[in-house]
């Protein structure tokens, strides 16, 4: 049912300028790899008007979905964007220039010959907006007369094809190298624009703690000193008065014996550049922890399996999520060294290196049994617990109902449910609704949706990607802008979309189907399920997750303080916990202990 318009007509009016928007976002998503988020919001702007009333409903019942689906001019606008997504992907080539920029810690900025923007940081996507204004927004933030040297910097290199020797121009905050670079990797030439910033790391960190006894807080106000923030504007940004910003900022200089901000920013540089080019030692005695395998099935398909932990550990079956891959972090090492277990991580069909699915997607739960139980036979495994995270709990609770002699338990981080009801999608992070609802009602229209988001992440890199899925301020975007963990939620991200968009359109299908008989038929045998969720994750709020439980007398759940979705990567030790646990007390009750790989 559709709202009643207001007596001057005002909810068509607002109807037709959301479509207008829309069809512009689809041809600018289609140009501009970056124009994601765009689209993303301007597409939900629309359905939310067309077809659920702005998320006033109470049942699903009520979504309104005809006239969408009527509009075949939006279709067919749709289905342009597809094909055109389908025959320039906008990949980027590993080690290209393009991923370079796009992976910068500071802000950085690549155009092409025809004045376009080929790659961004995620500082300068946070910084200003991406679309055809970004540069003059840019140049805006300069000093008047380093401004105009910058436009025309940019018009010598778009009219004329100009080489630019490396220049340096001031900000209010910061300086910014202009220059012309050729990609090695294709010969493209570009104006390549990057801030002067100090390469701020985990490793720097440990070094000014140890050296110079600098507090968490100095820390801070050290690395956005190095970053070329003033005074007021690192007060602002920490919710600090001035006066007590400038009496850390007296404290680590003379911690450091520098006597002067520029002084600091020398020694930071310095240190920094040693730091990077330092090797990275491996501990006397230290064993291989991770190695990866392909496996053949026996139809002649590939598997990608990665086996993390030691390598004497006791087995445990680990089914990645739908944008996160097998490889934990280096903080997971060592509770499973201390618990003394090895993870069997297969890469699911369409993810990393594994061949496509020869099913359906909507089969894919139950047809996946039959490769995961030829992996733990090929591995030697009799019965073990299996671990998921985030979407891949479908599959480790259908695996469980069809084979309970091989899985002892089951542990999930930060689960996934079937999402069956309004007040789900109503209290979904913005882009996650939007996947889910299309999936739900119209899932014709998704491929083209998820091919715009692979594009950003091609053109810009992963992080930005990430940067549409969890917003600003929450735990789970400073989990994933992470300085020690940025480097593995870009392969993890590369792992779940390096195929295409199909692995991540087939968990997304499955989200939105009713999968709870699985957990039925596991409660029934008595197997138990332990499901280790964030109180801070926004897709699945810990209540729902306590409903889902209290359905099935062997579910049991456990909340995480301050985590959220990334929980895995950001406290891994309650899940691996978990799992010695349901090992330990499969032992106790007589049932075969998993020998070592």
Sequence with gaps: MRAAPGPLGDADDTEHTDRDLLIAAIYEAAADPSAYSRFVAALSAY?????????????????????????????????????????????????????????????AVLVDRAGHIASLSATAQETFESGPHALEDLATRLHAEDSRHLRDAIAGHVMHGRHLAPRILRGEAFHLCVRTQRCDTDGEVFLCLETLAVDWSPALEAVLRASFSLTPAELRVARMLAAGETAKSIAAGLDRSEGTVRNQIKSILAKTDTGGIANLNRLLALIAETVAGAPILTAPGQTALADLDILTLPDGRAMEVRLQGPVDGRPVLFLHGMLFGSELPPSAIEPLERNHLRLIAPARPNFGMSDPSPGRPEDEPDRLVADLLFLLDAYGVDRTVCLTNIAGSPYGYALAAAAPERISGLVHAASVLPVLKARQFVTMPPTQRLIAFLMRFVPAYLPPLMKSGIAQIRASGEIPFLATLYEEGTCDHAVATRPDLVDLMTRSVHFATGQGYLGCYTDTLHVVRDWSHYATAISDRGIPIIHVHGHADPQYPLDDVARFAARFPSVELRGVEGAGQLLLFDRPGPVIGAVAELLHRAQGAGRPVPPAV
Aim: charge should be negative; glycine fraction near 4%.
């Design 47 to 107: 359905l939310e008007q067309t077809a659920v009333r702005e998320w006033r409903i109470r049942d699903l019942a009520e979504v309104d979905i005809e006239a969408f689906e009527a509009d075949r001019g939006l279709a067919m606008h749709l289905a342009n964007l597809n094909d055109k997504l389908t025959d320039a992907p906008h990949r980027i080539p590993p080690g290209s220039l393009r991923e370079h920029v796009a992976r910068r810690s500071g802000l």
